[in-house]
């Protein structure tokens, strides 16, 4: 009888142990499902700029109505393209974030539909070129 108890007791903590790894590992998957990676970048549409296989992911999230956006655009964004994204080591991936009401959703909307045409950076950096400040009419359907 005391044999079968050297069976039972390490056959018992073996159960438990995976047990608590299919619990933790179906967590883990779960976390990973949440997290934001290139790939689903990528696959939810977002316009990226620079080598596809660089190691570094710079996100922006932008609105083109934002003060803040444009003054990115004027002058930090040509710095980090001459010295990451042209060079390869880094790729730029862009967000919509419309803060600034409907204008800057109807921007969001005609900026995706000249990425159907293979244009969506050119409109980008017209939009900010023609940039009139925030929330004063500039973005509208005829000026589009």
């Known amino acids: 009888m005391s044999k079968y108890y050297l069976l039972v007791i390490p056959a018992a ?3 438990l142990v995976a047990l608590v790894m299919t619990i933790t590992n179906v967590k883990n998957e779960e976390s990973d499902n949440n997290l934001l990676t290139a790939q689903r970048l990528i696959s939810d549409g977002s316009p990226i700029v620079g080598d596809p296989q660089a190691l570094i992911t710079i996100l922006e999230w932008g609105d083109y109505q934002c003060t803040f956006c444009y003054r990115f655009h004027e002058s930090s964004l040509q710095t980090i393209t001459e010295e990451y994204i042209q ?3 880094a790729r730029l991936v862009f967000k919509d ?3 600034n009401g409907p204008d800057s ?4 909307e005609a900026s995706h539909c000249a990425a159907d045409q293979g244009r969506f950076w050119q409109y980008h950096h017209e939009l900010y070129a023609n940039w009139a ?12």
Do not use: H, M, Q, V
């Not at 959703?105 to 969001?108: F, K, M, S, T």
């Open 13 to 15: 903590i073996g159960i």
């Open 87 to 89: 060079p390869g080591k």
């Open 97 to 99: 974030f419309p803060l």
């Open 105 to 108: 959703i109807l921007a969001a």
């Open 133 to 144: 400040g925030e929330r004063t009419g500039w973005i509208n359907r005829d000026s589009f």
